[in-house]
T-cell receptor, first 113, second 117 residues
Framework: DQQVKQNSPSLSVQEGRISILNCDYT??????FLWYKKYPAEGPTFLIS?????DKNEDGRFTVFLNKSAKHLSLHIVPSQPGDSAVYFC????????????FGAGTILRVKS | DVKVTQSSRYLVKRTGEKVFLECVQD?????MFWYRQDPGLGLRLIYF???????EKGDIPEGYSVSREKKERFSLILESASTNQTSMYLCASSSPGQGITGANVLTFGAGSRLTVL
């Protein structure tokens, strides 16, 4: 039973436009949500996180929105750049589970120049 | 500037062989993790450790074991490799304080791609 779901396997966006990556979760008790980016042949790198008590967190071109009632979060990248082309993983953690991260299946983002 | 090092980037092994995947971190982190990444399944937790000599099963521990004899080193062992263990293996570490004051941000190694024939 996947607790964190990324239902779009891939997304293609034109350079300069907005990329929106979506993530749904089932456990309403998750404390934190994180986004990781992964290039081929490299390990995932941390991008941005959001606490469950917030509804938005922004870091430069990256903004994460959290809708707790819908159990949905999204990552917005504006403007998208070709170097953003990678696999993006959504993850969630719960303090009483030892803060282990539960990951989604990932979304491949392609930014076309 | 490498913080989590996985000694083998690519391995090819035969069914039934014993496989060791080594991971070393230089950030003095207490927590270490082993994940495997498969297309369409994301990252799944195999084993983790919060301290030396300590280990806990993750979501998919079957067919694997681990060893944490030193704080900086966390080894994943496949006692008898099988073809369904062909995968990308990712080691990660984190500081326990991060989970108290904020998100538990894991730092990952570059991965070890294992092929079992």
């Amino acid at each position: 039973d996947q607790q964190v779901k990324q239902n779009s396997p891939s997304l293609s966006v034109q350079e300069g436009r907005i990329s929106i990556l979506n993530c749904d979760y089932t456990n309403s008790m998750f404390d934190y949500f994180l986004w990781y980016k992964k290039y081929p042949a490299e390990g995932p790198t941390f991008l941005i996180s959001i606490s469950s008590i917030k509804d938005k967190n922004e870091d430069g071109r990256f903004t994460v929105f959290l809708n707790k009632s819908a159990k949905h979060l999204s990552l917005h990248i504006v403007p998208s750049q070709p170097g953003d082309s990678a696999v993006y993983f959504c993850a969630a953690s719960l303090r009483e589970y030892g803060n282990k991260l539960v990951f989604g299946a990932g979304t491949i983002l392609r930014v076309k120049s | 500037d490498v913080k989590v090092t996985q000694s083998s980037r690519y391995l090819v092994k035969r069914t039934g062989e014993k496989v060791f995947l080594e991971c070393v971190q230089d950030m003095d982190h207490e927590n270490m993790f082993w994940y495997r990444q498969d297309p369409g399944l994301g990252l799944r937790l195999i084993y983790f450790s919060y301290d030396v000599k300590m280990k806990e099963k993750g979501d998919i521990p079957e067919g694997y074991s681990v060893s944490r004899e030193k704080k900086e080193r966390f080894s994943l062992i496949l006692e008898s490799a099988s073809t369904n263990q062909t995968s990308m293996y990712l080691c990660a570490s984190s500081s326990p304080g991060q989970g108290i004051t904020g998100a538990n941000v894991l730092t990952f190694g570059a991965g070890s791609r294992l092929t079992v024939l």
